[in-house]
């Protein structure tokens, strides 16, 4: 299943209502590249026939038949980068370029740097 962390979630919000898409779900896309890594699409878009829908941390998400694959067990997530720019990252299991986030002694929490 696809996920949408508490994070994203927010940013997806005041992103969805600066944009006015308040109505429309996010689409999510995976493809692999000729390395064999995996690239990512979104924005927001209506649901199309097949498409499965997936209701996370309250964001409707819509994802292709043919992206489901390459999407199961991801998880979205808005972090901190490296000089304080704030990305969203996709932590995906299928793509083996991932390396699961560490968690953090220091406060228990898991940290995508």
Known sequence: ???????????????????????????????????????????????????????SAGIDVVIAKEHKPLLAGTELDYVEMEGGEMHFIFLNPNDPTFVPPKEDPADGNESAR
């Open 1 to 55: 299943m696809f996920k949408v962390t508490k994070a994203a979630a927010t940013e997806l919000k005041r992103s969805m209502i600066h944009h006015d898409f308040d109505d429309m779900p996010l689409r999510v896309a995976a493809q692999k590249t000729a390395e064999g890594a995996i690239e990512y699409q979104m924005g927001f878009d209506e649901a199309g026939p097949g498409d499965a829908m997936v209701a």
